[in-house]
């Protein structure tokens, strides 16, 4: 599948095949998951070891029920190799998501854990794009985006977002470009983000 999308007046067209996770994507996806949400990996897993942060994801990834599942991702490929992955889901699903993922870390901690709320409930959420680092450049993080939309709109809902941490002004810079604007500030697990939001 051929994908072509316009910055500005110029049209690029990209040989990207974008398709629905799979479990088998476990072991290419989640370290890609991983590098995109940093730290958060260790409140998601309840592990601080990178090996036992690693695995947990896997586990989640492989489950139904969780906003880091399988079913939750889209897989970005080119020349036949994972690219890129993109995890997205409504505010409105994240409750349920979120709620699942809350009492499986209870479970194995012990500990009552919140897990913050990022986005809101009539929104698309874009939890995490994230690009290979032998992809990047190229074209796919944008293509990724794009794919979102879509999404977004066949679920009925017009308006799609995502959380940039505050110094990360490359990210911020690629986002307004593609039509991203910061709507409001917003805390995940004591960290300043910039809640950005696209009117589709």
Same mark, same amino acid.
């Given at each position: 599948?051929?994908?072509?999308?316009?910055?500005?007046?110029?049209?690029?067209? +990209?040989?990207?095949?974008?398709?629905?996770?799979?479990?088998?994507?476990?072991?290419?996806?989640?370290?890609?998951?991983?590098?995109?949400?940093?730290?958060?990996?260790?409140?998601m897993?309840?592990?601080?070891?990178?090996?036992?942060?690693?695995?947990?994801?896997?586990?989640?990834?492989?489950r139904?029920?969780?906003?880091h599942?399988?079913?939750?991702?889209?897989?970005?490929?080119?020349?036949?190799?994972?690219?890129?992955?993109?995890?997205l889901?409504?505010?409105?699903?994240?409750?349920?998501?979120?709620?699942? +993922?809350?009492?499986?870390?209870?479970?194995?901690?012990?500990?009552?854990?919140?897990?913050?709320?990022?986005?809101?409930?009539?929104?698309?959420?874009?939890?995490?794009v994230?690009?290979?680092p032998?992809?990047?450049?190229?074209?796919?993080?944008?293509?990724? +985006?794009?794919?979102?939309?879509?999404?977004?709109?066949?679920?009925?809902f017009?308006?799609?977002?995502?959380?940039?941490?505050?110094?990360?002004?490359?990210?911020i810079?690629?986002?307004?470009?593609?039509?991203?604007?910061?709507?409001?500030?917003?805390?995940?697990?004591?960290?300043?983000?910039?809640?950005?939001?696209?009117?589709?």
């Amino acid at each position: 599948m051929k994908i072509c999308y316009s910055v500005g007046k110029e049209r690029i067209l +990209l040989n990207i095949h974008i398709r629905e996770a799979k479990p088998m994507d476990a072991a290419v996806a989640v370290p890609l998951i991983i590098d995109a949400i940093g730290n958060i990996a260790e409140q998601m897993t309840g592990e601080y070891d990178s090996e036992s942060v690693e695995r947990e994801l896997i586990t989640l990834f492989n489950r139904e029920d969780n906003r880091h599942s399988y079913l939750t991702t889209v897989v970005a490929e080119r020349e036949g190799l994972v690219a890129g992955v993109m995890v997205l889901y409504s505010g409105k699903k994240a409750i349920e998501l979120d709620m699942n +993922l809350v009492n499986w870390l209870n479970n194995k901690t012990g500990e009552d854990i919140v897990i913050p709320p990022e986005a809101r409930y009539d929104e698309y959420y874009v939890d995490t794009v994230s690009v290979h680092p032998d992809f990047r450049g190229q074209g796919i993080g944008t293509a990724l +985006l794009s794919h979102a939309e879509t999404i977004a709109r066949k679920a009925g809902f017009s308006k799609l977002t995502l959380n940039v941490e505050e110094e990360k002004e490359d990210a911020i810079r690629l986002y307004e470009r593609v039509g991203y604007r910061v709507a409001e500030p917003w805390t995940i697990y004591g960290g300043n983000f910039h809640h950005m939001l696209k009117r589709l």
